[in-house]
Every structure is written in C-alpha cells, then in structure tokens.
C-alpha cells in the first residue's frame, strides 16, 4: 500500500505594514536630512574660525550671500571667494556681473577685490534683501576683513554676520542653575 503524502503548509507573509515603515522610514529621511547646497559642494578651500562665545553658527538658509576669505598655499596667500545660497538670485548676479561662462556654473568663485565688490553690488541690485555673511580664517591678516566690510559699507550694507565656531566647553547661559 503506498504511503499517503501529507499536503505541505507553507507560510504567507503579508508584506503590506514592511512596506509601510520602509516608505515611513524613507520619507522621514528625506524630510530631515539636510543636503550640501551647490556652493558648499564646489568649495576648494577650508577656513579654520575664530572661536566666539555665541553660537553664530545658525545662518539663514535662504537669500544669503557668504564672503569667504581663506588662506592658499600654506598661508602666503589670501584670496576672497563669494557664493550665494539662492540659485536663481545666483544666477542673475552671476549674469549682470562680467564673468567668464565657466565661472557662471561654479556655486562659489574666486573674486579680486574689484570683482568681489561688482559681485557685492549686483547681489544688492538683484534682491536687496539678502543677507550678507563674512566666512573669514583665523589666521587671515585684518587688512583683509577689513577690505570685505569696507566693501559692505560702500555699497550700504551695515550689517551683516561674521561666521564664527562655538567655543567649545561653554554652556549655554540658560541652562546654568
């Protein structure tokens, strides 16, 4: 007599609350990461801060225009570089500003006084409510910040924010008890 095989019961797995939380997860993700704007991405430089006191660390995310005065070639050089938050605001300054076509894709570019100051302006012409924020070394001579806030002051920018790094160890003062 020939054996009677007993009918295999396999599982079934809905996969409905898997792809709930993936898509959950995916949208969280991307609702909280904070992505490289195009001028971060194209920097060629990095620029060690003074330390401050206050958190000045918190920069708005739109509308800004960033001075950055960084050291080249092991300190013996300075150079300016100017980049802009908002694209399409980038663009028209980049437009209204005699650069060269491959200068007008770059997020940040490298700017002698006499352009940086045609960069300063034009941005101003564009959206006069952007705001302006000075990115500068530690190390970089005073002549050189001094040059940049010259520059915001002759073209009626009075103030503006100086990019600094947190120092660190101190606490915030409300939380003292």
């Given amino acids: 007599m020939p054996k009677v095989k007993k009918k295999r019961m396999g599982f079934v797995i809905d996969m409905t609350p898997l792809v709930d939380i993936t898509f959950l997860l995916l ?7 904070k992505f490289k704007s195009e001028a971060e991405a194209d920097q060629e430089f990095m620029i060690v801060r ?10 708005p995310e739109r509308d800004l225009a960033i001075i950055s005065v960084a ?3 092991d300190g013996k050089d300075t150079t300016y570089y100017f980049g802009m938050t908002n694209s399409p605001d980038r663009e028209k300054v980049f437009a209204n500003t005699q650069l060269p ?12 006084s006499l352009l940086l100051n045609s960069l300063i302006r034009n941005t101003r012409i564009v959206n006069p409510s952007t705001i302006f924020a000075l990115d500068a070394d530690k190390d970089v001579e005073y002549r050189f910040v001094f040059n940049v806030m010259d520059m915001l002051r002759k073209n009626r920018i009075f ?18 008890e």
């Fill in 71 to 73: 050291l080249e070639n």
């Fill in 101 to 112: 076509d491959s200068l007008r894709m770059k997020g940040t570019i490298k700017a002698d």
């Fill in 159 to 176: 103030t503006f924010n100086y990019v600094t790094e947190k120092r660190k160890g101190q606490e915030n003062p409300e939380k003292k």
């Fill in 27 to 33: 949208t969280f993700l991307m609702f909280t990461a």
């Fill in 50 to 59: 003074p330390a401050a006191s206050p958190d000045t660390t918190n920069l």
